[in-house]
């Protein structure tokens, strides 16, 4: 059964519903506390400058003052700059987005021998993808970055970085594998054309938004390497607050990705980052990025859950349950932030255990792939 014809159907229909939810958000958001996510909050709190300019400040990269821009023409087409139709516009671009994450995650399974399917089902039930891909913008990024994978393994490196450039617009955690991506192509192809393109993408499209306002382009950057939100629970550098020591939480998640990088120029070296290890390679340091950052909000699991159905790393069963309780935070954030704070704060312990679970179980399997090859 191919995955452009019935297989779409399970994507879809998780899709669809899920925006039905978010345009019938209020009486679950009364009900049970449901996370009301991005395109709501950037209606509600931004909608006047969404309408009315291109150049505003925000405390979100570029890549979502474009994006917001684009829906909003659409719902102007739909009848107007009204949240149902902001939700619908929002839908039309992120629906086909989140089908591209099915096929493109079959393509790069077909090019390492991983004939499977049952990543399909998996993330069309899974309880965060079910949310997290209409709440928030993480989507395009992620599809993007699969996207420039693909193009990377199957010797279109141009295209690849560009890919992953417009990946990195949106949301930053994308130029994290720009070091792995470089190691991929030494000694296969030129990595100067490949940089160069990244680089003037980045710079090209950031640039007229730096003029118009530094401050508020830099803000969201400096805003997410300072994190100072009171109540975050960083995965495990949040534990650095009992040793008086949250000082160094971004220390800590720069030294996770180090190591990443580290062990994939030592597979590099040995001659061992073959296509698997290099998508394995790709899944440990994306969910290093948000191990080491943001193990509190439950939407960045999309980030790496694709690679986790895909690879099964760790299995389907056992990823499941951390899936749930993931999932149980983005339906009743709201609920239990403010009337049970302490069940909240026990959730996050729990989240911050499963995290930890899937990083060691992540060196584990590469340690075998390094064996094996």
């Known amino acids: 059964m191919n995955i452009t014809s019935l297989n779409l159907f399970f994507p879809l229909a998780t899709l669809i519903f899920s925006v039905f939810i978010r345009l019938n958000f209020w009486p679950f958001t009364q009900t049970f506390g449901l996370y009301q996510g991005d395109w709501w909050y950037f209606h509600h709190n931004y909608g006047a400058y969404i309408a009315n300019n291109f150049f505003y400040p925000i405390e979100y990269p570029v890549g979502y003052i474009i994006i917001q821009k684009v829906a909003f023409i659409i719902s102007l087409f739909l009848g107007?700059?009204?949240?149902?139709?902001?939700?619908?516009?929002?839908?039309?671009?992120?629906?086909?987005?989140?089908?591209?994450?099915?096929?493109?995650?079959?393509?790069?399974?077909?090019?390492?021998?991983?004939?499977?399917?049952?990543?399909?089902?998996?993330l069309s039930l899974s309880p965060t993808f079910f949310i997290a891909s209409t709440t928030n913008y993480d989507l395009l990024p992620v599809s993007l970055t699969l996207l420039a994978m693909l193009l990377l393994i199957t010797k279109r490196p141009n295209l690849a970085f560009l890919a992953l450039a417009l990946g990195t617009i949106v949301k930053i955690y994308?130029?994290?594998?720009?070091?792995?991506?470089?190691?991929?192509?030494?000694?296969?192809?030129?990595?100067?054309?490949?940089?160069?393109?990244?680089?003037?993408?980045?710079?090209?499209?950031?640039?007229?938004?730096?003029?118009?306002?530094?401050h508020s382009w830099i803000f969201p950057y400096t805003w997410q390497l300072q994190n100072p939100q009171a109540y975050d629970f960083n995965t495990i550098s949040y534990y650095l607050t009992y040793l008086h020591l949250d000082h160094y939480r971004n220390f800590l998640a720069l030294g996770l990705l180090m190591i990443a990088w580290i062990i994939s120029l030592h597979f590099y070296l040995k001659k061992r980052l073959t296509n698997k290890n290099f998508l394995l390679f790709c899944y440990f340091i994306i969910f290093t990025t948000v191990f080491g950052n943001h193990v509190n909000t439950p939407q960045y699991m999309l980030w790496f859950l694709p690679f986790a159905a895909l690879l099964q790393i760790p299995s389907l069963l056992i990823l499941w349950p951390?899936?749930?309780?993931?999932?149980?935070?983005?339906?009743?954030?709201?609920?239990?932030?403010?009337?049970?704070?302490?069940?909240?704060a026990f959730v996050f312990h729990l989240q911050v255990l499963s995290f930890t679970f899937i990083y060691l179980y992540l060196i584990y399997n590469l340690k075998k792939h390094y064996e094996k090859d």
């Open 174 to 214: 994308p130029i994290f594998l720009l070091p792995l991506f470089i190691l991929y192509l030494l000694g296969k192809k030129s990595i100067f054309l490949p940089i160069l393109i990244f680089i003037t993408t980045v710079v090209g499209i950031n640039l007229p938004f730096m003029i118009y306002d530094f």
């Open 80 to 122: 107007g700059f009204t949240y149902e139709n902001f939700i619908l516009a929002n839908a039309l671009i992120f629906i086909p987005v989140g089908l591209s994450i099915f096929i493109l995650l079959q393509k790069l399974g077909e090019t390492i021998g991983i004939k499977s399917k049952r990543f399909i089902l998996y």
């Open 322 to 344: 951390i899936d749930f309780i993931n999932a149980s935070v983005l339906f009743s954030y709201f609920k239990l932030h403010y009337n049970f704070q302490s069940i909240l």
